[in-house]
């Protein structure tokens, strides 16, 4: 069975949002040392609205992933009743 949705998609989506939203001042600032860089509100909120997409999508691979395990299981069972 093809898998609809990819972890390592999942991830990159999810690295690639982080890594826009960190470079752009507008949602993070970037100080002279890391002590003195922070997200800002906007940047926060954007995280936020990011996960909430993202959230969904993790939990439908991960459905996904349980079912294919038990059809295994399943297959797995009914193999050995047959013989």
Request: aromatic share 10%; glycine share 4%.
């Amino acid at each position: 069975m093809d898998k609809k949705y990819n972890k390592d998609a999942l991830k990159d989506v999810l690295y690639g949002t982080i890594r826009e939203l960190t470079n752009n001042q507008k949602f993070y600032y970037r100080g002279i040392s890391d002590q003195f860089n922070y997200i800002t509100e906007e940047g926060q909120a954007q995280i936020i609205i990011a996960l909430d997409r993202l959230i969904p999508l993790i939990q439908k691979l991960e459905d996904e992933e349980i079912e294919e395990r038990y059809r295994g299981m399943t297959f797995d069972i009914l193999k050995d009743d047959v013989k």
